[in-house]
C-alpha cells in the first residue's frame, strides 16, 4: 500500500469505475494523488523489492523442504502468501543459465582431440612402434611410411563438416552435377548439402570452428528447449491422471513448473560443488554432486505421491513413465533444436 495522499475525488483515475474504498473494485488500482516524489519512487522499489525477496524465501523453503506442497497450495487457492510460480520460474530460470553460461562455453579448446603427430618422433620411431601407432589409425591395419603420408594428405583434404556423407567443394561444383543430372536429390538433401558447403567455406574448412559454432547456438536454446518441454510434461502428467477429475491441466501444468524450479536451485548445487572439487580436488564433493542428482529424482517421487496423493506402487509407475516420456521429448526437442541450429549457425 502507498503512503501518498488519498485522493478527495471517488472516480478511478485508471478506469473511470467508482470507487468506494481505498480500492478500486473494478481495477484495484489505489486511489491516491498521482503526483510522486523523487523519493516516494525510491522507498516504492525497495519496498518491492524485499516484498519479492520475503515472497520468494518463504517459497523456497517449502519448495525445497516439503515436495508437492507449493503445488497443494495454489491448487486449493491459498495464493497470496507465496511467489507466483510462473514469476518464480522465470526469476529462477534466469538466474539459473546467468550462471550457467558465464561458466559453460563450448571452443575449439573443449573439442580439441590430438590429431596433429610429432615429425621428429615419427623419424626416429622404429618399425615396430610404427606399426602399431599406424594400426591404430588405419583399422587395425599397419602402413608403411610412404602409405602414411599418402593417409595424412588425403586426411587434410577431408577437413571440414561432411556429414552427409558427400563432399562438394563448392555450391558451383554441386549446382552443376544437380543441373547435369549426375545428382537428384530431394529438398532435404539440397537444404542440407548447401548448408555443408557454405559452413566449410565460412570456417574454412575448420571442422572444430563449425562444431563449436553449432554446440555454442544449441548450447544457448536449452532455455527455449525446457519452456516447450514443460507444457508437454504436464501434458503426460493429465495422461496419467486422468482419472482423477479433481486435477485439471493447469493444476498439473503448477506442479511441472514447481518441479522445474527444484531442478535448477539443485543444478545449481550442483555447479558450485563441482566447482569447488575443480579447484581442491577432493572427492567428497563429487559425492555430494552424486547425491544431488539421486535427490532430482527421490523429490520428484515424493512431489507426485503427496500431490496427487495416490499408493507408493501406483506412484513408482507413473514416476518411471513420467521420465521416460521427459527423456523421449527432450531427446525429440533435441534433434528439431539441431537441424535449426545447423540452419542457422
Known amino acids: 500500500m502507498s503512503h501518498l495522499k488519498e485522493r478527495t475525488e471517488k472516480n478511478c483515475l485508471n478506469c473511470n469505475a467508482e470507487v468506494t474504498g481505498k480500492f478500486c473494485s473494478v481495477c484495484g488500482q489505489e486511489n491516491i494523488e498521482p503526483a510522486e516524489s523523487a523519493w516516494h519512487l525510491i522507498t516504492h522499489f525497495f519496498n518491492d523489492i524485499t516484498h519479492f525477496d520475503g515472497k520468494f524465501f518463504s517459497s523456497l523453503k517449502y519448495l525445497i523442504f516439503k515436495p508437492g506442497f507449493l503445488s497443494s497450495e495454489y491448487k486449493i487457492g491459498r495464493r497470496a502468501s507465496y511467489l507466483n510460480p510462473v514469476r518464480m520460474y522465470v526469476f529462477t530460470s534466469a538466474i539459473f543459465f546467468l550462471i550457467f553460461f558465464s561458466l559453460y562455453h563450448i571452443d575449439e579448446k573443449t573439442l580439441n582431440v590430438n590429431t596433429k603427430f610429432n615429425a621428429d618422433k615419427l623419424a626416429v620411431m622404429d618399425s615396430v612402434s610404427f606399426a602399431e601407432f599406424t594400426a591404430d589409425l ?14 595424412m594428405d588425403t586426411a587434410k583434404q577431408k577437413k571440414g563438416l561432411h556429414f552427409t556423407g558427400r563432399q562438394y567443394k563448392s555450391k558451383k561444383e554441386y549446382d ?58 504436464a501434458l503426460f502428467l493429465k495422461l ?34 563441482n566447482k569447488l572439487s575443480d579447484s581442491y580436488h577432493w572427492k567428497g564433493f563429487t559425492f555430494m554432486s552424486g547425491l544431488l542428482y539421486f535427490f532430482i529424482f527421490f523429490y520428484e517421487y515424493k512431489a507426485m505421491r503427496n500431490f496427487y496423493g495416490q499408493r507408493r506402487a501406483k506412484t ?23 537441424f535449426f541450429s545447423f540452419l542457422k549457425v
Not at 316 to 338: A, G
Open 138 to 151: 588405419n583399422k587395425g591395419k599397419p602402413m608403411s611410411r610412404k602409405e602414411f603420408t599418402v593417409f
Open 176 to 233: 552443376s552435377l544437380l543441373e547435369n543430372g549426375v545428382k537428384k536429390h530431394n529438398w532435404l538433401e539440397r537444404t542440407l548439402i548447401y548448408r555443408e558447403i557454405q559452413l566449410n567455406e565460412k570456417y574454412n574448412n575448420d571442422t572444430k570452428q563449425i562444431l563449436a559454432a553449432l554446440l555454442n547456438l544449441l548450447m544457448h536454446n536449452i532455455p527455449q528447449m525446457l519452456f516447450i518441454s514443460l507444457p508437454l510434461f
Open 240 to 273: 496419467i491422471y486422468i482419472r482423477n477429475k479433481f486435477f485439471y491441466y493447469a493444476s498439473h501444468s503448477i506442479f511441472s513448473i514447481h518441479l522445474y524450479i527444484l531442478i535448477f536451485i539443485v543444478l545449481l548445487g550442483i555447479i558450485f560443488l
Open 316 to 338: 513408482i509407475i507413473k514416476f518411471l513413465l513420467l521420465n521416460s516420456w521427459l527423456i523421449f521429448i527432450l531427446v525429440l526437442l533435441l534433434i528439431i533444436f539441431l
